[in-house]
């Protein structure tokens, strides 16, 4: 088992930076790759950045690409979101995620272990 607690939301004017934190424990954190995903009320949660199942590469959606980073710390059990440039529209729930599966990673279904979600509030 994997167990995954977000941390970092808040609110934050149009323009600013936050950093969100995922702290993993239980089995070997290197082994999984990890997603970020997000969720706006009434829409569906949508992928926001991941690593490849080799972990040597990222993706991040089209919508925050350029402006929002994932990264992990091996040696913290932690992955990162570091987002600038945010905009209203960033507004949501986001999740971490950690999956056994191979693939890109940019689909919810792909993932078996999730965090309880940190609330991010941009204001224009």
């Known amino acids: 088992q994997v167990q995954l607690v977000e941390s970092g939301g808040g609110l934050v004017q149009a323009g600013g930076s936050l950093r969100l934190s995922c702290a993993a424990s239980?089995?070997?954190?290197?082994?999984?790759?990890m997603g970020w995903f997000r969720q706006a009320p009434g829409k569906e949660r949508e992928f926001v950045a991941a690593?490849?199942?080799?972990?040597?590469?990222?993706d991040h959606a089209d919508s925050v690409k350029g402006r929002f980073t994932i990264s992990r710390d091996n040696a913290k059990n932690t992955v990162y979101l570091q987002m600038n440039s945010l905009k209203p529209e960033d507004t949501a729930v986001y999740y971490c995620?950690?999956?056994?599966?191979?693939?890109?990673?940019?689909?919810?279904?792909?993932?078996?272990?999730w965090g309880q979600g940190t609330q991010v509030t941009v204001s224009s």
């Open positions: 995620a950690a999956r056994r599966t191979q693939g890109r990673g940019i689909s919810e279904y792909e993932y078996q272990y």
């Open positions: 690593f490849t199942w080799s972990g040597g590469s990222r």
């Open positions: 239980g089995r070997t954190f290197s082994r999984y790759p």
